[in-house]
């Protein structure tokens, strides 16, 4: 068998592993040091624990677009800040860009506040299917 057919890879990608990184922030002066957004999103990298691997797989991009962003050739396009600051579990890049600007981030609800009114829409409607289903179950035609 020639050497060439030993080595075929088959059309197998490679399976995209990604985790969030654990809750992770750095104190604001330290954020607000950073001299350019390349190394504000470098330091929201490093901060995150996270291998460079696993941010950009995880995002969807390219990896030496990743790299050109790190070196500050390149930004993080707009649609993808908020996944990046999810999968790094920081707000250090937004926060500098804000810093930028004379402002500050403020975040307007808890992720717990946000279940909360999930929770909240669920039981409704389940209240609702109980009062239906009770009423049919009563003989009654639901209003």
Same mark, same amino acid.
Request: one cysteine or more; proline letters at 5%.
């Given at each position: 068998?020639? *050497? ?5 890879? +088959? ?13 992770? !922030? ?16 470098a330091l929201?990298?490093?901060? *995150?624990?996270?291998? !460079? ?5 995880g995002l969807?991009? !390219?990896?030496?677009?990743?790299? %050109? ?9 707009? +649609? ?5 600051? +999810?999968?790094?579990?920081? %707000? ?17 609800? *808890? ?13 409704? +409607?389940?209240?609702?299917?109980? %009062? ?7 003989? %009654?035609?639901?209003?």
């Amino acid at each position: 068998m020639a *050497s060439k057919e030993l080595n075929r890879n +088959d059309g197998q990608g490679e399976l995209a592993l990604t985790r969030c990184a654990e809750p992770n !922030d750095v104190p604001m002066e330290m954020v607000r040091r950073q001299k350019s957004p390349a190394a504000a999103f470098a330091l929201s990298c490093q901060s *995150s624990g996270l291998e !460079d691997k696993e941010i950009y797989s995880g995002l969807g991009i !390219d990896p030496g677009y990743f790299s %050109r962003i790190k070196k500050g050739e390149a930004t993080l396009q707009a +649609d993808l800040v908020k996944p990046f600051c +999810d999968l790094v579990n920081n %707000r250090i890049y937004p926060e500098w860009g804000a810093y930028q600007l004379g402002c500050t981030l403020t975040q307007l609800k *808890s992720e717990a506040e946000r279940q909360l009114e999930l929770m909240q829409k669920a039981l409704a +409607d389940e209240k609702t299917k109980v %009062r239906i289903l009770t009423e049919a179950i009563n003989g %009654r035609v639901p209003a």
